[in-house]
């Protein structure tokens, strides 16, 4: 059984700082996903990395993977009140998994004004 | 591109009905679509994965033949609750894949059983 620890689970902070929520796990993933979802509706896919090593910038908000492709992270820079919302890491096992994802615990941001 | 729709968004039952979800992948084929359950403030527990055409598979713990999956069209799959009690109560949310590990969220649905 995969597992997927992410961390922090609660992060409260003020507008304007930066922060990094972390992926980590004993097994490879061939991908891992970052969502983001607000309360009442489904998870919005943000980013998809693939490639070891691999780093993606949306705007504000960058994503690695593991050299590994082990673990992940996401990094928020200048922080807003509308970052606010629960982030979740999955990863996809490959192979004849059929595509099932192993999601992380969740971590909720609350950015505030 | 890849947008999943669930129907109804709420709903509100008495105890003892059965409850239907429908998700729809509404702009490609969905090669596999699966269904997960959330509860407050926690990450997503997957129920069922189903593909087109063939018997979905169930996760460890979820009565089949309390939640019924039907998987009839690439881009159409329903859910349904049957002899819902209180403690079915959930946010209930579809996921929808096109041969790729990413999967697309629908909006998801709130069930709340009387």
């Known amino acids: 059984t995969q597992l997927l620890e992410q961390s922090p689970q609660f992060l409260s902070i003020q507008e304007g700082e930066n922060l990094t929520v972390y992926c980590n796990s004993s097994s490879v993933f061939s991908s891992l996903q970052w969502y983001r979802q607000e309360p009442g509706e489904g998870p919005v896919l943000l980013v998809t990395v693939v490639t070891g090593g691999e780093v993606k910038k949306l705007k504000r908000l960058t994503f690695q993977f593991g050299d590994a492709r082990k673990d992940s992270s996401l990094h928020i820079t200048a922080a807003q009140p509308g970052d606010t919302g629960l982030y979740l890491c999955?990863?996809?096992?490959?192979?004849?998994?059929?595509?099932?994802?192993?999601f992380g615990q969740g971590t909720i941001l609350t950015v505030h004004p | 591109g890849a947008v999943v729709s669930q129907h109804p968004s709420r709903v509100i039952c008495k105890s003892g009905t059965s409850v239907k979800i429908e998700c729809r992948s509404l702009d490609f084929q969905a090669t596999t679509m699966f269904w997960y359950r959330q509860f407050p403030k926690q990450s997503l527990m997957l129920m069922a994965t189903s593909n087109e055409g063939s018997k979905a598979t169930y996760e460890q713990g979820v009565e089949k033949d309390k939640f019924l999956i039907n998987h009839a069209s690439l881009t159409l799959s329903t859910l349904t609750v049957t002899s819902a009690h209180p403690e079915d109560s959930s946010f209930y949310i579809c996921?929808?894949?096109?041969?790729?590990?990413?999967?697309?969220f629908g909006p998801g649905t709130r069930l709340t059983v009387l």
């Open positions: 996921s929808a894949s096109r041969a790729t590990d990413t999967q697309y």
């Open positions: 999955a990863g996809a096992a490959g192979g004849t998994s059929y595509g099932k994802l192993t």
